[in-house]
């Protein structure tokens, strides 16, 4: 899948501190950006979008949801599926040149119709250039899609990904596959109108507690014992 965002070669080394961990308690969360993208692929400005700020007169209970955690806008359900945007959040870019294993994990909360939309987690080798959808096939998982290949997601490009998750719970994933790459970035990718029960439901995708854990082999220890 092609970015939505222009592609420069930055030569930019990433992250390369392990463990990273983001809580998204700042106002300004560093190298994370969202945008937002029509079903046609093009840009939605000033709507319908990631953020971690409530509003100063915003009412908590409209959304269900608080500052200091990324969530998506709230989506009039009465808007038809082809006027949906798909809402991106992109992390900054990271280094694991040199790690030997690499650990993911995230506090997730995401609605959604069964087997129609909901979200999912990309990832990309050059720096955002091209994505490809990150899956339970590619590391040992935890609480990752509850869509399987019998129940893709129609509305998020027929992929697999996370819907009907009302509450937050924890959810990870090795991804030591991609250990040695040297400019990996990646996004959570949500599409949906549905909003449950009466106004004020839990709706939308949450995310919370991003952690990165990279580890180095000490082969020469190991060797001596």
């Not at 509003?55 to 998506?72: A, L």
Request: hydrophobic share 30%; with cysteine.
């Amino acid at each position: 899948e092609s970015n939505n965002t222009s592609y420069w070669s930055l030569g930019i080394e990433g992250i390369h501190s392990f463990p990273y961990i983001s809580d998204f308690s700042d106002t300004i969360v560093n190298g994370w950006t969202e945008y937002t993208k029509t079903n046609a692929g093009g840009h939605l400005k000033n709507s319908y979008r990631f953020r971690n700020t409530l509003g100063m007169h915003e009412i908590p209970s409209y959304n269900e949801c608080s500052s200091q955690q990324m969530f998506t806008d709230r989506i009039n359900s009465v808007k038809s599926m082809s006027q949906v945007p798909f809402m991106y959040l992109e992390s900054p870019s990271f280094n694991f040149k040199g790690i030997d294993s690499v650990f993911l994990s995230f506090d997730l909360f995401c609605t959604g119709r069964t087997s129609l939309d909901g979200g999912n987690m990309e990832f990309s080798t050059n720096g955002g250039n091209t994505w490809n959808i990150l899956t339970m096939q590619q590391g040992n998982t935890y609480n990752w899609y509850n869509s399987n290949s019998s129940s893709i997601l129609d509305d998020l490009n027929n992929q697999n990904g996370w819907t009907g998750l009302s509450t937050f719970d924890s959810t990870s994933i090795d991804l030591s596959f991609l250990k040695g790459e040297e400019n990996i970035v990646f996004r959570y990718k949500y599409r949906s109108n549905y909003q449950p029960g009466s106004y004020g439901s839990p709706h939308g995708m949450r995310i919370d507690n991003f952690k990165i854990h990279g580890a180095i082999i000490d082969y020469k220890s190991n060797d001596s014992n």
